[in-house]
């Protein structure tokens, strides 16, 4: 009886809703990374599935002496900073723009989603070709209004090659930041706009004192999410750059990859990944304490 | 009869009757070719997957092996996949890391060796016997192709040497002297005079990016120099950390001030573009440029002739890396292995279909064998009437310069020189030159440290 009640329960219906996404991060997200941890301590080469022994930490004093780890940690981090410091400035500045109400913007918004839409590989691989130094459009472009008289060879070297990924990435993903911000702006009280006019502050006093601390919340949380995924990035770097030239652009995910795929050193991939993975936890947590996520809703 | 002599048939009534006497002991009874039956067939269906390199000519060797499969196993179709060049290794590993192999693999000799000494192909010593143990070209060994330890691993699909590629018509206009001449001095004048006079013309190009083809080229300048990565008569000792890899590094840091300033991003298919498209006078490619130029740049096709590359002042050499590309058989998760075998056997035992192969991308792919190489319907191609001296130069006189990083100046098979060409070890000591402005002997230090990690992992393969 007592079973049936459960079955019959909301608690249960509950349950069963729940149900597909805990089986899907089960096998899709929880078994991966508990897999990837336990291949950190073995050294695993894939054609020699046979050959699989237990070596301790010896894949992660791999990594730690590898000079090329070193280089893509702060690769990496030079790639992620830059990256979500232009997507912020410039998607609260575009959702800005978009927050008026002007003729054609619900067309302008649409369009503006057209970089996230776009499969990444596609992107790379036309970026690729914007950035051909000799038949791509931009050099063409800055060539044909007078700004450049010699070609700019975008990715040819390690500043310009970092330039170009970062390029990419900010254009890809600044319109999640202008959607998260727009989304927010439009749920600000109008009155406060109202006071500030009547106290006299003007268009930039408002944007400062009433603007962006309605935005605080959501722009924590965008950037956490934007600075976790852009470290983690690897399709990008990797269809671009092939994180060349040399291993200029390689970041830390790129790295992961070319341990384990090329050098066949699956071990030292998964404990990178590992290192990644321990890197942003205590990251996110040290941001969030320190931007002080949360602290109104306690306070209330 | 020779095995030339006979048709495809013919062979195959031969497995038949194998196949017939193995099932009449009741051995092999799920190979499917029933004995002596005028329908022998195999019953099996599906898609045979078939790797190939980017280009017709694998499919035109599965074209070969469809006919088989229409008259010999109906329910199967070899399906050819195409797999570019910078994606090669890291496909076959992964795949065959997933068991999840094709059925039959074309591809470049130092990856074939890295997989038969890993194991991981069948022997195929049995149909070498079948196509014939004398019919390769002179100046060539079935151990180039692939076998390891007294086995035959792999069949001949083609050789495929890069050379000098030269537009002759900015030669003679600024008066150079015949390539066929030049030593590494001669190239470096030649390309600075170019780069001087045309305007935006690079005088030389190579590709310098992180890639294979960075790896193949640079290949070709250290065996030059006499120099190696390995040892093969000495357990594989590394040897790189040398006064020929200096060198050679050397003559690739005086060199690229003449190439195009994207060089050091270029891989394979850039190198082809700076040629055809004429923002190089002069590039170390394969023949598949000048397929190229006569589809889309018809002038610059008929200006541009092959050479084998330019001596080393010190050595003479004038060593090319070449392709020793071959078909091999994945020994394991392969459920098609007496089909593949019989197809193969069927494609390399006719002369129509090896000379389709080779017509297919003129003069890409070089004949293996001598009944077609010097056949009158291989030269029944237009580039041979049009440039017989570049295709000859491809097909015939480029082997006695003949080298390979898997078979480094020809003096032993090298296991691995698959893993060196993943990590793309020599391009990346390249770079270390070119774009870190390292010293060469900073690099070819770095570089021999990476190649005594490789032998330190797989030292198991070299016992």
Redesign the interface.
Known sequence: MRRLDFLQSDRFVGLLFIAPFVVTAIVFMVYPIAEAVRMAFFSYNPLRPDLVSYVGLNNFEFIFSDPLFWSSFSQGTIWTLLSILFQTIFGVGIALLLHRKLFGMAIFRGLLLFPYIVPTVVIALIWRWIFNPEIGVINYSLQSVGLISEPIYWLSTPTMAMASTIMLNVWKYTPFVVICVLARLQAVPLELYDAAKVDGAGAFRRFLDVTLPQLREVLIVVIVFRTIWTFNKFEEIYLLTKGGPGTSTFNLAVYSFEQSMASLRLGVGAATGVVMMIMLMIGSVVYLRVAGFGNEEKST | MTNMDRTPSQLLLDRRGFLGGAAAVGIGAGNLFSAGSASAQSTKTGTVRVWGEPGPYGGAGVAAMNEWAQKNAPGLKFEIETIPW?GV??KL??D??ARRPPSLISVESPIAMQMMA?G?LLPVDDMVDKIGRDRLVEGVRWDYWGSWKGKQYVIPAHHQPHLLLVRMDIVKELGLKDPDTWDWNDLLNAAKTITQKKQNMAGFCMAL???LCTDYHFAALLHAAGGRMFDASNKFEVVFDSPETVEALTFVKEMQPYM???A??YSFLQVVDAHV?G?TAMSFYWGRTLGRAAEEAKPIFEATEAFNHARNPRTSRRSNWNDFQGWCIPAQNNPYIEEVKQALLYQQTSKEWLVKYCHSLMPNVAPTYKDIANSEELRNHPFYKSKPKTVDTYFKSSLANSSSTANELLQGVNPLAG?VH???ILA?TV??VV??NQTPQQAAKWGARELEAIRRENVRLLG
């Open positions: 910078d290794y890291v590993m992964t065959l890391a890993e991981l990016g992180r890639n195009p300033k994207g050091v991003e498209t923002q893993y993943g990590r793309s990346q770079q270390k774009i870190d």
